[in-house]
């Protein structure tokens, strides 16, 4: 049953040009643009395409387990989707669970085409074979947080509510969240605030590992504690209907 619901929840995004273009497109138009853009944004010391590289695909995960998540699991609830299906003889978990699914499947899809097309375009991290299994973990915690995060919104607001949230909050970590931007790059006070962040975290920590094939221990710490805190949130305020 989990495995049919992830394939319906996979036929359903791949059926939304809007979520494709949001979770795919728009981190690799960025990526080749802000390649090609050179100096347009001071990104400090090293080559454009290794600072920018991380942080877009932090972006892909923040783009595909937030957004994404939350606008369609927004909708479902507003149309009573969530309410039949919780019916069902499709466990509560058993449809949270394929969801989770179809967004692995989503992300591994986005992950390999952004870190095919960075090499192409001239990426060389230096953190060897290590950095690609802390690419892995980080991307399940911030999976994790950012998921969580999504249905908390998702499961408390209104759906037009959510779909203004969702896509504000994506527009202000993309722009100011430590993602794209180092946060060496940001002034101290801001800094120590993004890096207590989910986006912050996770660019940060894919970026250091890259560098230097570690990511360090505050990242991890930040994105388990993020998971972890709204995932007992959301099970505590998630409402099916």
């Known amino acids: 049953m989990v495995r049919a619901q992830a394939l319906m929840e996979l036929r359903l995004l791949s059926r939304n040009g809007e979520q494709l273009l949001l979770t795919l497109v728009i981190p690799l138009l960025l990526l080749v643009a802000a390649t090609r853009a050179g100096s347009v944004v001071d990104l400090g010391a090293g080559r454009t395409i290794d600072v920018v590289t991380p942080g877009v695909l932090a972006l ?43 967004i692995a499947v989503v992300e591994l899809v986005q992950l390999t085409v952004l870190v095919a097309v960075a090499q192409l375009l001239g990426w060389q991290p230096t953190g060897g074979a290590g950095a690609y299994a802390w690419l892995v973990v980080l991307a399940v915690l911030g999976t994790a947080a950012f998921g969580a995060l999504a249905l908390l919104i998702a499961g408390t607001l ?24 180092p946060l060496s790059r940001h002034p101290d006070a801001i800094a120590a605030v993004l890096q207590l962040l989910p986006s912050g975290a996770l660019g940060e920590g894919l970026r250091t590992a890259f560098e230097t094939g570690s990511p360090g221990l505050l ?23």
């Open 60 to 102: 892909a995960v923040l783009s595909t387990a937030f957004t994404s998540l939350a606008i369609a699991t927004g909708f479902e609830r507003r149309y009573g989707v969530l309410k039949r299906l919780g019916a069902s003889p499709l466990p509560r978990w058993g449809l949270l669970a394929g969801k989770v699914a179809a």
């Open 158 to 181: 209104r759906a037009e509510a959510t779909l203004a949230v969702a896509n504000l909050v994506y527009v202000v970590l993309l722009v100011g969240g430590g993602l794209i931007v």
């Open 219 to 241: 990242p991890v710490l930040v994105l388990t504690v993020w998971a972890v805190g709204a995932g007992l949130l959301t099970a505590r305020c998630f409402r099916w209907e």
